[in-house]
């Protein structure tokens, strides 16, 4: 799933190519809204929530859309061949005289008064590369279910919005934190939250997502599908396992020794591994 700074980085350049400009071309090719022409509409700005992409128009209306899992939008010259995907998978197209924003894949399509975005954004928490963020009101969020996984707890978008699941074992692996921790046992939730929000901050301006400062493939991330591979610090396989509730699992990589518990964790903690026993080692 596109990580916050995937869909920062996608609105900075969908609102350098539509702000202050009137759709000549304006469709949205989703059941609930198909009959909705937003030409002759002017794009007043596009901003991400988290991991939703706000296009707000002068009239009053805001057009939300979410990546999921699959989702991307591209953006092209005005008159260039299209090659996000196969046409049946467009599920939007915002053009101008100068640029086409052809949406792939996308989910959650709704257009609703700019008022009433809230309808559609409210339940997130702060914006971890927003404007407005608040780390102590995401701490209070976090904090308020004490013996949920930190793991799940840091994909909540209800208690802070962006962090997709790369972050999450990559700012896990940094802070020596393991992903069945609960919250209330995390030593410096502060300094978890912060490590997060730093990395993203290093990649929203790129589409390269490096958590080690290295650029290359296969060098760029710390634990994150790196299963079986020695650990960078110690040298031990990673290990891979899911964490989550059912039919919402995430896939989570973690360093059983820099990351070993310290307290006691979630015992239906799974490897990936059908038959065998979660491996939880415990702090030396």
């Not at 901003?47 to 990546?67: A, E, I, Q």
């Not at 053009?95 to 959650?108: F, I, K, N, S």
């Not at 410096?188 to 400062?213: F, I, K």
């Not at 599908?225 to 059912?246: A, E, S, V, W």
């Amino acid at each position: 799933m596109p990580e916050g700074d995937t869909v920062w980085l996608a609105a900075k350049r969908m609102h350098t190519a539509l702000a202050g400009a009137t759709l000549r071309r304006g469709e949205l090719r989703v059941p609930q809204l198909a009959a909705v022409d937003l030409a002759g509409a002017t794009v007043r700005e596009v901003v991400p929530r988290g991991k939703h992409m706000l296009t707000r128009f002068t009239d009053g209306r805001t057009l939300r859309t979410h990546y999921r899992m699959d989702g991307s939008w591209h953006i092209y010259r005005h008159g260039t061949r299209w090659r996000g995907g196969p046409a049946f998978a467009v599920r939007a197209v915002l053009a101008t005289d100068e640029w086409e924003c052809v949406g792939y894949r996308l989910h959650d399509v709704a257009l609703v008064p700019t008022s009433e975005e809230d309808r559609l954004v409210g339940h997130l928490g702060p914006d971890v590369l927003g404007p407005d963020w608040d780390l102590d009101e995401a701490l209070r969020r976090l904090r308020a279910t004490p013996d949920e996984q930190i793991g799940v707890a840091l994909l909540d978008q209800r208690n802070l919005a962006g962090i997709g699941n790369l972050y999450k074992v990559e700012s896990l692996f940094l802070c020596g934190v393991h992903p069945w921790t609960r919250v209330a046992d995390v030593a410096d939730l502060a300094a978890l939250v912060d490590r997060a929000r730093t990395l993203m901050l290093v990649n929203r301006d790129r589409p390269e997502q490096s958590t080690t400062g290295d650029l290359r493939r296969g060098s760029d991330h710390w634990v994150a599908g790196r299963k079986g591979r020695p650990c960078r610090r110690c040298g031990t396989p990673i290990l891979l396992g899911d964490q989550g509730p059912d039919l919402q699992e995430r896939v989570t990589w973690w360093c059983p020794r820099c990351q070993a518990a310290r307290s006691p964790i979630d015992p239906r903690a799974r490897t990936g591994e059908p038959g065998r026993p979660p491996m939880l080692p415990t702090a030396t």
